[in-house]
C-alpha cells in the first residue's frame, strides 16, 4: 500500500479531520478492485496498535465511515467534530464495530446557556448501528440504533444527568453523594450505582426499565408517583393505559443486544417487526391482520445475516420474505 495512504487510513482512524484531497485519496484506494485483500491485511495488522480500547474495524465497516464522515461535512449546519477518540477532559469514548452490523458513535457539541460556560453533548448511534461511551465519571454506555443521550460538559461536578432517547444499557459507577438520573420523555431513572437498561423508543408502546443489579428509582412525569425496581425485574409503562407493571427479567432477550445478538423470545410479530426494522436499519412491509397471532422465539448468534433471519420466519410462520433495496416484503403463503 502507497506510503501516503497508509498514513491518511491512519490518521482517518485515529480521528483527526481529514482534507478533501484526504477524502479523494482514500475514495480511489476503496474504489480500486482488488484493494479489499490488501486493506484487511494492514486492518488486521495494524488496528489494535492504531486504535482505542475496545475498537475494532472491518474493511466495509471502514469504507463505511469514510462515506458518512464526507457527507456530514457537506451538509452539517452545527459543529461536528468526526471523533472516534474526544477530548479526554470530557470523555473517553470506545466505540465497537460489529460484522455486519457498523456501529458508530457521532458527537455533536452546542451552546446552549446564556453566560456561555456550560456546554451540551450528544451522543448517538445511527439507525443500524450501536456505539458506547464512557462518562466523564467513569459510568459506562451502550446505546442501541437510533439512539441517543444529552449531558453537559458540567456533568459529574455538579450533578449526574444524562437524557435519553431510545435504548440504552448503563453500567453506572457508584456515587452515594451524587445520584444519577436518567431524564426520559414518560419517566425518570435514579440511580448511585447499578446495571440497568432503559428501552424508551418513541415507537414503541412501552417505556421499560429492566434492572440488572443495584437500585433503582422510577419516578412517572404524569402521575407524580414513584416506583422501586429490585434486581431481576423489569418495569414496564403503558403509553396508551398509563399504567405501570412489572414482570420477571429474562436478561437474554432484553440486554443480549449490547453483546451484538439478536435475540426474540415469544415475541409478537408486530414487536418482532420493530426490532429487525431498528437493527438492520431496513422497513418492514407487511399485513398485521395476517401476523397477528404469530410469536417468534429466535436465537441468532453474532455475525448471522439478516437473510438467515428470513429464513427462520419463512418456515416458523410459513410467510415469504422478499428484499427490494432497503425494504422487506413480507407476505403469507
Request: hydrophobic residues 35%; aromatic residues 12%; neutral net charge.
Amino acid at each position: 500500500m502507497h506510503q501516503n495512504i497508509y498514513e491518511i487510513l491512519e490518521r482517518f482512524i485515529a480521528g483527526s479531520t481529514l482534507s478533501v484531497a484526504d477524502i479523494k485519496e482514500l475514495k480511489r484506494l476503496f474504489a480500486e478492485k482488488g484493494r479489499k485483500d490488501e486493506v484487511s491485511r494492514w486492518l488486521t495488522d495494524n488496528w489494535d496498535a492504531a486504535l482505542t480500547d475496545d475498537i475494532e474495524i472491518s474493511y466495509e465497516g471502514l469504507k463505511q465511515k469514510i462515506r458518512e464522515y464526507e457527507n456530514q461535512h457537506k451538509t452539517e449546519s452545527v459543529f461536528f467534530r468526526h471523533a472516534i477518540r474526544f477530548s479526554r477532559y470530557y470523555q473517553r469514548v470506545a466505540a465497537v464495530l460489529f460484522i455486519p452490523l457498523i456501529l458508530g458513535l457521532s458527537l455533536y457539541l452546542f451552546f446552549s446557556s446564556s453566560s456561555g460556560s456550560e456546554n451540551f453533548y450528544i451522543s448517538e448511534a445511527s439507525p443500524g448501528q450501536k456505539a458506547k461511551l464512557e462518562l466523564p465519571d467513569g459510568s459506562r454506555v451502550w446505546l442501541n440504533s437510533g439512539s441517543s443521550i444529552k449531558y453537559s460538559s458540567e456533568f459529574d461536578k455538579k450533578d449526574r444527568t444524562v437524557e435519553l432517547k431510545g435504548e440504552a444499557f448503563f453500567d453506572v459507577h457508584k456515587n452515594t453523594g451524587k445520584p444519577f438520573l436518567v431524564h426520559t420523555r414518560f419517566l425518570d431513572v435514579k440511580v448511585t450505582g447499578t446495571r440497568f437498561n432503559v428501552n424508551a423508543y418513541d415507537d414503541e408502546p412501552v417505556v421499560e426499565t429492566a434492572l440488572v443489579e443495584g437500585k433503582v428509582n422510577l419516578l412517572l412525569k404524569d402521575q407524580n408517583k414513584e416506583f422501586k425496581l429490585t434486581p431481576g425485574n423489569v418495569l414496564s409503562y403503558s403509553k396508551a393505559s398509563c399504567e405501570i407493571y412489572s414482570h420477571v427479567l429474562n436478561e437474554e432477550a432484553t440486554i443480549s443486544w449490547k453483546d451484538n445478538r439478536l435475540i426474540f423470545i415469544n415475541d409478537d410479530f408486530s414487536k418482532l417487526v420493530r426490532k429487525i426494522e431498528k437493527w438492520y436499519n431496513v422497513e418492514v412491509v407487511y399485513n398485521p391482520e395476517d401476523f397477528k397471532n404469530n410469536k417468534l422465539t429466535v436465537k441468532l448468534l453474532e455475525g448471522e445475516q439478516l437473510s438467515k433471519l428470513l429464513e427462520i420466519i419463512e418456515t416458523a410462520i410459513g410467510s415469504k420474505c422478499t428484499i427490494r433495496k432497503n425494504k422487506i416484503y413480507i407476505t403469507k403463503n
